[in-house]
């Protein structure tokens, strides 16, 4: 489904890759691919319970200096290209085919999903 709401886009693909493709990769296309998306810029941080906020919050600071300075110690790093979204000039209606489950007959299984963007 998400190919058809984010088309162009990043979004459109599945985030893990797909499974079998990413044997064509070699181990410098894998390291590059991992620095440009997996960086403390891209981080969200969700903290949870009674804890003094601003001990964490200076701690988690602290941590996040220290792993910048490493990673990027000129400042330049930027953030991926992932795409423009473009709006939908109407709704779309698109039928995927999707495997059912086993023991499942196919002829009386559907589903429908709405998605919204």
């Given amino acids: ?23 064509d990769l070699s181990h410098e296309e894998l390291v590059a691919f991992h620095r440009a998306h997996y960086h403390p810029r891209n981080a969200r941080i969700v903290t949870y319970g009674n804890m003094e906020l601003p001990r964490i919050l200076e701690q988690l600071d602290a941590a996040l200096e220290r792993k910048l300075a490493e990673l990027e110690p000129t ?19 698109r039928v995927v085919p999707c495997p059912v489950e086993p023991g499942t007959v196919p002829s009386t299984h559907h589903t429908k999903v709405l998605s919204r963007r």
Avoid: N
């Fill in 1 to 23: 489904m998400q190919q058809h709401l984010y088309p162009g886009t990043t979004y459109a693909h599945i985030s893990g890759g797909e499974p079998l493709s990413i044997l």
């Fill in 75 to 93: 400042g330049t790093w930027q953030p991926p290209d992932v795409g423009q979204l473009q709006r939908f000039a109407k709704p779309l209606r």
